[in-house]
């Protein structure tokens, strides 16, 4: 499985981004695609994820200011980015699982900075 991502930058806070990923190869169906985000020094936090059916789970941090969703026809996933703030920075990464778990995939990850 390949993993493409897009739609990083420079922004201000309040402002919005919007992370696109698109997924290419071999395609389990049953799978749960999503974003994480690692900041310097920081460990890699899952933001948000999205199940084959639709099941969502946010970061408590970036509710109600993300949102995420997914074409499954596509195999595709977007994270729509609202409010952000300067804690929002980091590199974003695409994820790709299957509902049995591991292996995981990995995007070659986008840079996302909120300047104050």
């Known amino acids: 499985v390949q993993l493409q991502a897009s739609g990083g930058g420079l922004v201000q806070a309040g402002g919005s981004l919007r992370l696109s990923c698109a997924a290419s190869?071999?395609?389990?169906?049953?799978?749960?695609m999503g974003w994480y985000r690692q900041a310097p020094g920081k460990q890699r936090d899952r933001v948000a994820s999205?199940?084959?059916?639709?099941?969502?789970t946010y970061l408590d941090s970036v509710k109600g200011r993300f949102t995420v969703s997914r074409d499954n026809t596509k195999n595709t996933v977007h994270l729509q980015m609202n409010s952000l703030e300067p804690e929002d920075t980091g590199v974003y990464y695409c994820?790709?699982?299957?509902?049995?778990?591991?292996?995981?995939?990995w995007g070659q990850g986008t840079q996302v900075t909120v300047s104050s």
């Open positions: 994820n790709y699982k299957t509902i049995f778990g591991s292996p995981d995939y």
């Open positions: 190869g071999s395609i389990f169906s049953r799978n749960v």
């Open positions: 999205i199940s084959y059916s639709g099941v969502i």
